[in-house]
């Protein structure tokens, strides 16, 4: 059972690393492009023409990241936009900032990277070597304590504890040559609810938190059950509860910001590529494959399933000032909502493929995809090309 269950995960992971990287724009790997993670960001002339792959709000600044270690903030709402300065060329994947002057950025190989300076400069924290080294660390231990607890339990215990134990050794085994190959993994999404706690997850289960404004960061693979070792993609927080989407249809919701999970069954069982939720309310949102999405108006206790569009993929949302979210996606198209109620509205705005989208100081949309920034404006559909 346990060497059928490596040959399959062995085989998902080179079909798996493929896409993840084709999907999130993946920079080449280190060994046919060099140690991206000993090299500086690339310095692009038209920073805002390039791939970008996430924006959010950094108080009134707006902050995306995409290829190559870019990093590019805005103080005029999006209109013009400046390059930072970061220590790595890998391609950077989602960026949050809990704080205005604090933010946290993650990428490719691992790579986890801090500002304390709205976004200006960014230092590595963190990276594919010592998150391999953390993740084999926490499933050895995880294995060592359920072969413990078989030792001494009951046989109608051990019975139950036996798969358990296979699958923690699928999962140590997958570590283990992670380990070997080095910093290849790309880590997806990155969350706080509040400047000292924080999550971080990526592709083959990665999942890390921390409670201390990110000075150290703990595995979480014991407070949650991904057998398979599924990418998880997004992570979202309403008022009361922390989710996490991820591949076959993984959706887990947590009530203690993230260091517990439990599985939620959703009407669809597709890929998640990315999540949202109302800081101020229940609605969260799942979506990702072929335009899918699934959304609750009550903290994930029941879902509404709806396909949008000609099946493209959804990618990105934000939640907008006046009680209302916005989803984007690889057509090239936003829908609008309601925090409060069903109910979706398609706006085309021309504007390919797009990865995320920010609410700019003003009203406006800021969108980023791999042809880089547009912005729409208050409440307008035309689109308007940055420098």
Not at 106 to 127: A, C, F, P, Y
Not at 144 to 166: F, V
Not at 185 to 192: E, K, S, W
């Amino acid at each position: 059972m346990i060497a059928s269950a490596l040959d399959a995960r062995g085989a998902r992971r080179a079909c798996s690393l493929v896409m993840v990287g084709l999907f999130w724009l993946g920079s080449a790997g280190p060994s046919l492009a060099g140690d991206f993670l000993r090299q500086p960001a690339f310095r692009f002339a038209r920073p805002a023409r390039a791939a970008l792959m996430d924006v959010t709000r950094a108080g009134s600044r707006l902050v995306a990241v995409g290829e190559r270690g870019l990093i590019v903030y805005s103080d005029d709402g999006g209109r013009t936009w400046t390059q930072a300065s970061v220590p790595v060329r890998t391609t950077l994947t989602a960026v949050c900032f809990p704080e205005p002057q604090t933010g946290w950025a993650v990428g490719h190989e691992s790579v986890v990277l801090r500002t304390r300076d709205r976004g200006v400069t960014w230092t590595k924290v963190l990276d594919g070597r010592q998150i391999n080294e953390e993740m084999v660390r926490a499933m050895q231990a995880l294995v060592e304590g359920i072969r413990r607890r078989m030792d001494t339990a009951p046989e109608e215990e051990k019975a139950g504890l036996q798969p358990l134990l296979e699958d923690a050794e699928v999962n140590l085994k997958g570590f283990e040559e992670t380990r070997r190959e080095g910093p290849i993994q790309p880590l997806l999404d990155v969350a706080f609810s509040s400047p000292r706690e924080g999550l971080l997850v990526g592709a083959f289960g990665i999942i890390m938190g921390t409670a201390d404004g990110g000075e150290s960061w703990t595995p979480l693979l014991d407070r949650i059950s991904n057998p398979m070792g599924y990418h998880f993609y997004g992570l979202a927080r309403t008022r009361d509860r922390a989710f996490l989407f991820g591949e076959a249809g993984g959706a887990h919701r947590s009530a203690d910001g993230g260091r517990h999970w439990e599985a939620v069954e959703t009407p669809y069982h597709g890929s998640f590529f990315s999540a949202l939720a109302d800081p101020a309310g229940t609605m969260v949102a799942g979506f990702g494959l072929r335009g899918n999405l699934v959304l609750s108006y009550d903290d994930g206790a029941t879902w509404r399933h709806q396909r949008l569009g000609q099946g493209a993929a959804l990618t990105g949302g934000a939640v907008l000032s006046g009680q209302r979210f916005v989803l984007v996606g690889m057509a090239g198209e936003i829908y609008l909502g309601s925090t409060l109620r069903p109910g979706l509205k398609p706006v085309k705005t021309g504007f390919p493929a797009c990865m995320a989208v920010a609410e700019a100081p003003d009203g406006g949309l800021v969108l980023v995809g791999l042809k880089g920034v547009y912005r729409l404006e208050p409440g307008s559909t035309r689109n308007e090309e940055m420098n």
